[in-house]
């Protein structure tokens, strides 16, 4: 069965340091997604993304963050200048078509800002 | 905003039992609901999906309910079994928006053996 990838699996920066945390969806799914998870609390939405912008984002995702579909398959979340809150699990996710389809996510980045 | 509260942090049922977990919801009536299953250090996976026209969706050993008068989904395991240990997550769409899916903070189920 297809599945997201994310790579890398965890991420260790300094804080300002910019970080990339990259994703590849499903081929054929049309929506993709940015969740944040901090430890021990609950999946929190950050972003979506549909024909090739920003459909939706929370007040988690400020100017500090940013989404690009580079190519035809990646799907990657910049962090400009890192904190020491940004510090969390980061999971992609994507779905296709029909209101309701499943999300399907990756087994996350841990990133770790210190 | 809509909120979603899973009552239990933690549930412990003894094997062979019937887990039975609760997703409430505070404003609009969502279109859908979905429950996911999240393992340590993984991201969380599809189980099921319910309409808010269904009463009750059933896989396997799964069956989920939704009650839109009580803003609740059920969500039951039965001949419940270790390999069932996980957090368990609710999720809806937010004001009705397919690109926005929120989740509940989720319950962590224990099957004791």
């Known amino acids: 069965e297809p599945e997201v990838t994310q790579t890398p699996s965890h991420q260790v920066t300094q804080m300002g340091q910019e970080v990339i945390l990259r994703c590849v969806p499903i081929s054929n799914h049309l929506y993709f997604y940015w969740y944040r998870q901090i430890l021990g609390q609950k999946v929190e939405f950050l972003v979506s993304f549909y024909n090739n912008e920003i459909s939706e984002k929370s007040e988690i995702f400020d100017d500090q963050f940013s989404v690009e579909r580079p190519d035809g398959s990646n799907f990657t979340l910049k962090i400009r200048s890192t904190k020491l809150e940004d510090s969390a699990m980061y999971f992609c996710?994507?779905?296709?078509?029909?209101?309701?389809?499943?999300?399907?996510f990756g087994n996350g980045t841990r990133l770790t800002v210190t | 905003s809509q909120k979603i509260e899973q009552n239990s942090e933690a549930l412990n049922i003894q094997e062979g039992k019937t887990a039975t977990l609760t997703c409430n919801y505070t404003n609009y009536s969502p279109a859908y609901l979905q429950w996911y299953r999240q393992d340590p250090g993984r991201g969380p996976v599809f189980l099921l999906l319910?309409?808010?026209?269904?009463k009750e969706k059933r896989k396997e050993r799964l069956k989920v309910t939704f009650d839109t008068t009580l803003k609740q989904s059920l969500f039951h395991i039965t001949a419940s079994q270790p390999a069932d240990s996980a957090t368990y997550l609710c999720?809806?769409?937010?004001?009705?928006?397919?690109?926005?899916?929120?989740f509940g903070k989720g319950t962590r189920l224990h099957i004791l053996p």
């Open positions: 999720a809806l769409d937010w004001e009705n928006r397919d690109d926005k899916i929120i």
């Open positions: 319910i309409r808010e026209n269904e």
């Open positions: 996710a994507s779905k296709g078509q029909g209101t309701g389809s499943p999300l399907h």
